[in-house]
């Protein structure tokens, strides 16, 4: 590309200087249609393979290359991809070195008490890695109902989906010592969740009612709390282990020299791709960008805060990342994993989607985006407490701010950003009118 767009660090304040060097064109249908959603967006049959061809002056090309007028490129829909593929790629070659990283940590604190530190400081570098990459789940990470799905983040991180009782069942019965328990385990209780528990929580307590068996055998209460700290201990070892097993997978899954799902992307349109058309490579890209929608604003923010499925004032159990007490920083890496899709990688210096806007007409509409996901950056900073349950009993303001912030990146999302790509919501949005 002639022009690059400058590196971005992590924001201080809003950013709102314009883009650079890319060149601007007229939308097919112009920007009109985009006033008009005020009364919602018509919702269109999900991964829809008969959608009509683009036409010509909007940002879809049939090339992998853009095409260039007066020594500025333009960001065509095949560039975009090309662009995510690459991110992709990379965050998760990151995350299987902190996976793998992670894994030696927890083994060595099978049976070292005093390396449990190490094994904790770990486990957090390995998920901050991943908070990213959970923006990224499209093709082997994303859930087998899409196209090139192969369900993988479950296996690395399942939550909401965590089962502490089933954990605490495991605890007794050593069944993450078994040989087959990567391929038998269910997803709530493996992965990074149920580590976060075990390296975490220090309790002798179980979550499990009276009349479950580990209880009303006395199996769990015969259980010492120096044998229950070890099998912690080698329990959060197995799921470690299991964890950068599938991170290497993830990568296997993309790389030529594996699935080469890269290829999946790069051929899109082509004979031999999941993807029919770039249109329906680019629509899985972005619903997996929905995830700020349906997990950070409502399930980590709007239920903590008692304004979704929250029968009291406030929900604070309902708050990720109890255990470890990170989940400010949770929010604040999946903020910054979907900077990485609209602003670019490499710190916005890559193409992200606000290059396809501007391509089309729609410089404002990606100025905007990119300085609301900073302005809700800054919000998660402005917090005093990593544990958002903590922060709900003293300043519940400053987690309001922050759905705020993030309502407004996804009222965007679900408006002028589909409309004027002219992309489909994914079917779990039908009806939402958040």
Known sequence: MSARKQPRTTPAAPVQSPRAGRLLLPLAAGLGAVAALSAGCERISFYSTKRAPAESTSASSSTSSGATTGGNTVVTRAV????????????????????????????????????????????????????????FQFGPAGPSTTPGGKGLRDYVYSWPLVS?????????????????FSATALVNMRGLAAAEYLLFYPGSDNACSPATNINATGAWAALTPAELATRKAHYASAAATDVARVARDLVKAWSPEGGNFQAQIANAGESGSVYTTEQMALNAVSDAIFYVELEVKDAKLARPLGLLNCESATCPEAVESRYAGRSRTHIRNNLLGLRMLMAGCKDGEGVGFDDVLTAVGASSLAERMTSDIDAAIVAADALQNDDLAKELETNAAGVQNLHAAVKKITDALKTEFVTVLDLELPQVLEGDND
């Open 80 to 135: 975009l991809l090309e662009a995510i593929t690459t991110c992709n790629m990379e965050l998760l070659d990151a995350f299987r070195v902190a996976a793998e990283e992670f894994d030696a940590a927890a083994a060595a604190a099978k049976d070292d008490p005093a390396s449990r530190d190490q094994a904790r400081a770990a486990w957090g570098k390995a998920i901050d890695v991943w908070q990213k990459a959970e923006l």
């Open 164 to 180: 502490r009782c089933l954990i605490e069942q495991n605890l007794v019965s050593q069944a993450y010592d078994k040989t087959d």
